[in-house]
T-cell receptor
Framework: GENVEQHPSTLSVQEGDSAVIKCTYS??????FPWYKQELGKRPQLIID?????GEKKDQRIAVTLNKTAKHFSLHITETQPEDSAVYFC???????????FGGGTRVLVKP | DTAVSQTPKYLVTQMGNDKSIKCEQN?????MYWYKQDSKKFLKIMFS???????INETVPNRFSPKSPDKAHLNLHINSLELGDSAVYFC?????????????FGSGTRLTVV
């Protein structure tokens, strides 16, 4: 089955700096790659997603890139703010009807 | 108007007891899931139902039994609770027919077995 690896497991950045989280996946048939943000004690919430027919997608301060050949995708957060502090999860899925497999999560701490 | 709602939010119970967690979604989604999040924050799928039919059943002890009375509800019953069952359980839903529909998670149920 699908295996998703996520790095780093923790990331501390200074406010205003950029944060980058990287994920690799094992199943070349995966075609949907969402990113979730989970604040302390809250539910995971979808912040951005990308499909395999797109190489990059941006939404304000967050962007995701996908390299299908290398089977890896990354989340970029620019101009980080204290409210960006949370655990971020990448995930991958094949066609509809298949499960979403999550990476192990990255705990991001933005220091003011 | 909560999209995916779970009850209860907190559940503290003794080993050996039987308990249920309920999940309801009002998004018109056709697929619902149960995920378990352990103390290290790892999210692991347990079950998936599509239109009331079980489509994913991961390696989960058979003490865990999901039930979907209709496509808007997916409940989780746990028999003979063990200490290792302590975790946060998240329900989620999605639409397999709507392009671009991601997963929407419930607020979670923190289960503590003592």
């Amino acid at each position: 089955g699908e295996n998703v690896e996520q790095h780093p497991s923790t990331l501390s950045v200074q406010e205003g700096d950029s944060a980058v989280i990287k994920c690799t996946y094992s199943d070349s048939a995966s075609n949907y790659f969402p990113w979730y943000k989970q604040e302390l004690g809250k539910r995971p919430q979808l912040i951005i997603d990308i499909r395999s027919n797109v190489g990059e997608k941006k939404d304000q301060r967050i962007a995701v890139t996908l390299n299908k050949t290398a089977k890896h995708f990354s989340l970029h957060i620019t101009e980080t703010q204290p409210e960006d502090s949370a655990v971020y999860f990448c995930a991958a899925r094949k066609a509809a009807g298949n499960k979403l497999t999550f990476g192990g999560g990255t705990r991001v701490l933005v220091k003011p | 108007d909560t999209a995916v709602s779970q009850t209860p939010k907190y559940l503290v119970t003794q080993m050996g007891n039987d308990k249920s967690i309920k999940c309801e979604q009002n998004l018109g989604h056709d697929t619902m899931y149960w995920y378990k999040q352990d103390s290290k924050k790892f999210l692991k799928i347990m079950f998936s139902y599509n239109n009331k039919e079980l489509i994913i059943n991961e390696t989960v002890p058979n003490r865990f039994s999901p039930k979907s009375p209709d496509k808007a509800h997916l409940n989780l019953h746990i028999n003979s609770l063990e200490l290792g069952d302590s975790a946060v359980y998240f329900c989620a839903s999605t639409s397999e027919t709507l392009t671009g529909a991601g997963y929407t998670f419930g607020s979670g149920t923190r289960l503590t077995v003592v």
